[in-house]
């Protein structure tokens, strides 16, 4: 199972790379195996602000629908319009073209909340 040391994660399965105060988001290796052949991703708050934790999009798999959820306050600035020709480059990518959107901070503070790699894998027992 991949889970790159240079990216922060979430109890919700979503890697999250930091840019400054821009971050992109995706869904893990773990997260992807788990949902199986992805169909469809769809994100419809683009040039919204969320708060953590609210729902910003869906990716639907041949098994089931599942939301996606926001890891840190923001406006999210950019959809990987890929995505919606090739769904499964969240399958085959899941950490490089296979990412999802890209939001601006909003409180850098959020950060310091996300889960390290090694406390990432302790949660999926990798």
Do not use: C, R
């Amino acid at each position: 199972m991949n889970v790159p040391t240079d990216l922060k994660y979430t109890k919700d399965h979503e890697w999250v790379k930091i840019d400054g105060d821009t971050v992109t988001v995706g869904i893990t290796d773990f997260a992807q195996g788990e949902l199986g052949d992805i169909v469809y991703v769809e994100v419809e708050s683009l040039e919204e602000t969320l708060e953590v934790d609210a729902v910003f999009g869906t990716v639907e798999a041949v098994k089931t629908v599942s939301d996606l959820f926001l890891p840190i306050a923001g406006e999210i600035i950019e959809f990987n319009e890929s995505l919606e020709e090739e769904p499964e480059k969240v399958n085959d990518d899941p950490y490089g073209d296979g990412w999802m959107i890209k939001i601006k901070v909003a409180n850098t503070a959020d950060l310091e909340t996300l889960l390290s790699a090694d406390d990432y894998k302790a949660i999926i027992g990798a």
